[in-house]
C-alpha cells in the first residue's frame, strides 16, 4: 500500500467523530480512531496494542463485544458502559479471510447517554400520564363526598378533635366503626386537612377487589404480564396516590396472603407491578377503615398482629348513630338542604316525619339515614312530605316506638307529647332560644311560642 493510501485512510478513520476500533483474533486492538480517546477519556494512541479483555478487567468498558463476536461469529449490536457511566450503542463486525475465518474485528460506537437519558424522562412522563389519566377517570366515576360530617354531640366533637390533630401528620390512622357511620368521610376529612390535601385521595375497597385481581389492581401490571392484560399495562392505585392519600377500606377482608404484600409495602412503600422488573416507590398518607373486630382476628389467626399494629398507630372509633341522637336532626337538616339543590327541588318536612325520622332504629347508621332522606325528596309528590311518604318499615316501627299512644288518643295530642318532649331535651342541651331554634330547626320566636305553651 502507498503511503499516500495510508495517509488518506488515516484521515478518514480520524474523522469520525464516534469510536471505532479494530482488533485482532486475539483482541488485540490494531487501529483506534480519535474519537476512541473522547468517548472512554484516554489516549487513542495508547489503546495500540492493548487487549480488549484487560481493558475489560480495568472497567475500561463493559462488555467486551469482541469476545461475543469471536464466539458467536456474526455481527453484534449491544449497549456499551464505560468506566465513567456513559452509554454506547456498540456494533462489531467480524471481518473474515477467504476460508472463512475472523482476521479482524471492527467495532463502531456512539455515545447515547443522553438519548437513554430522555427516553427514561419519556417514561416517567408516561407513567405519570397514565397516572393522572386513571385518576381522572376515578373521579368522573365516582363522587367523593367532602361534606356531611356532624358533630353536636359530645362523642363525635372528640372523634373530629382527634383527627384534626392527626390530619397534620404523616401517622397511619385507622378507622373503626359499625358499617355506615362515616369512615370514608371522615379518612377524606382527615386528607382534605392534611399538607396532601391537593394530592390524590384513592380509596381501595379491599373487600370488594376480586382476590385473584387483587394485586393487579393495587401494584398495577406491565404489558402482557397474564392473559387478559391490557397491552399497554396499568397503573395501580398505590401509585395513584403518590403525594396523596391512599385509603384502604375494609381491610379487615383482607386475605392472608394479601395481608403479607401490603405489609411489605407499608413498610418499604416500594414494590414491583406485576409482570415488572423495575422497583417503584411511592410517597402517599395511609389511612385504613374497617368494621371488623382485628384484635379479635388477631386472636383467631384471621389478621396479621405485625399489619395490626403498622395500622392502627392512631386508631380512631366512630360512634353508630345510636349513640349520638343529637346528631340526627342536623344531618337530616344538611342532606335535605344538599338533595334539594342537587335536584333541584323544595321540600319540608311536617312534624311526624321529622319524629319519625329522630326515632328510628338506623341500623345502618349514617349511610342509611342519608339515603332515607334523599329517597323522601325523590319520590315525595308534593312539597311538604308527609308520614305517608315514609316507607312501611319506619312507619311499622314508629308504631313500636318510644311513645304508644293510648286507646282514643287524638292525633293532634300524640303529636303534642312528641313536640313537648323534643322541646324539653332541646332545652336540656342548650343554653338559649336561638341555640334551641337551631337545634329543632324551627325559627326562634315559634321556641318562645311553644316553650310557653307547654310551660317549659
Not at 112 to 132: A, C, N, Q, W
Not at 262 to 279: A, D, N, P, T, W
Not at 287 to 294: C, G, H
Amino acid at each position: 500500500m502507498k503511503q499516500t493510501d495510508w495517509n488518506e485512510n488515516e484521515l478518514i478513520l480520524n474523522s469520525l467523530k464516534d469510536d471505532l476500533l479494530v482488533t485482532n483474533r486475539d483482541g488485540i486492538i490494531v487501529r483506534a480512531s480519535k474519537g476512541s480517546g473522547d468517548i472512554y477519556n484516554v489516549n487513542s494512541e495508547k489503546l495500540l496494542g492493548k487487549s480488549v479483555y484487560e481493558l475489560e478487567l480495568q472497567g475500561l468498558f463493559t462488555p467486551n463485544v469482541t469476545s461475543i463476536i469471536l464466539r458467536d461469529k456474526k455481527k453484534v449490536t449491544l449497549v456499551q458502559t464505560t468506566k465513567q457511566g456513559k452509554k454506547l450503542l456498540v456494533t462489531g463486525i467480524p471481518v473474515k479471510d477467504s476460508k472463512g475465518e475472523i482476521v479482524r474485528v471492527v467495532s463502531y460506537s456512539h455515545d447515547i447517554t443522553e438519548l437513554i437519558e430522555v427516553k427514561k424522562y419519556l417514561d416517567s412522563m408516561e407513567d405519570e400520564m397514565g397516572r393522572v389519566k386513571t385518576e381522572l377517570e376515578m373521579l368522573r366515576n365516582k363522587h367523593l363526598l367532602t361534606e356531611g360530617l356532624v358533630a353536636k354531640s359530645e362523642k363525635m366533637q372528640n372523634v373530629l378533635s382527634t383527627a384534626v390533630q392527626v390530619s397534620n401528620v404523616d401517622v397511619n390512622v385507622l378507622l373503626l366503626g359499625e358499617s355506615g357511620v362515616g369512615k370514608s368521610h371522615l379518612a377524606k376529612f382527615i386528607h382534605n386537612k392534611s399538607p396532601r390535601n391537593n394530592g390524590a385521595f384513592i380509596e381501595v375497597n379491599c373487600g370488594a377487589i376480586p382476590d385473584h385481581l387483587f394485586e393487579a389492581e393495587f401494584f398495577g401490571y406491565e404489558a402482557g404480564a397474564f392473559t387478559g392484560a391490557s397491552r399497554n399495562g396499568k397503573v395501580g392505585l398505590v401509585e395513584l396516590a403518590d403525594r396523596g392519600t391512599l385509603f384502604l377500606d375494609e381491610i379487615g377482608e383482607l386475605s392472608l396472603t394479601h395481608q403479607v404484600k401490603v405489609l411489605k409495602f407499608i413498610q418499604e412503600k416500594q414494590f414491583y407491578r406485576v409482570g415488572g422488573r423495575k422497583l417503584r416507590k411511592v410517597d402517599c398518607r395511609l389511612i385504613a377503615a374497617t368494621n371488623k373486630d382485628l384484635e379479635k382476628g388477631v386472636r383467631e389467626k384471621e389478621f396479621r398482629e405485625d399489619l395490626y399494629f403498622r395500622l392502627s398507630v392512631v386508631p380512631i372509633t366512630i360512634p353508630p348513630l345510636r349513640e349520638r341522637p343529637e346528631d340526627i336532626f342536623p344531618i337530616i337538616t344538611h342532606f335535605l338542604q344538599q338533595f334539594e339543590k342537587k335536584y333541584n327541588r323544595t321540600k319540608e318536612l311536617d312534624e311526624a316525619v321529622t319524629h319519625s325520622l329522630l326515632t328510628h332504629e338506623w341500623k345502618g347508621n349514617i349511610r342509611e339515614l342519608i339515603n332515607m332522606i334523599e329517597r323522601l325528596v325523590v319520590t315525595s309528590p308534593t312539597s311538604l312530605v308527609t308520614a305517608e311518604h315514609l316507607p312501611q318499615s319506619i312507619r311499622n316501627q314508629e308504631t313500636q316506638g318510644i311513645f304508644q299512644p293510648a286507646d282514643g288518643l287524638m292525633l293532634k295530642d300524640a303529636l303534642e307529647y312528641v313536640e313537648k318532649e323534643m322541646l324539653l331535651k332541646a332545652k336540656k342541651q342548650n343554653r338559649t332560644t336561638i341555640e334551641i331554634a337551631n337545634a329543632l330547626g324551627i325559627s326562634q320566636p315559634s321556641v318562645v311560642r311553644k316553650l310557653k305553651k307547654y310551660n317549659i
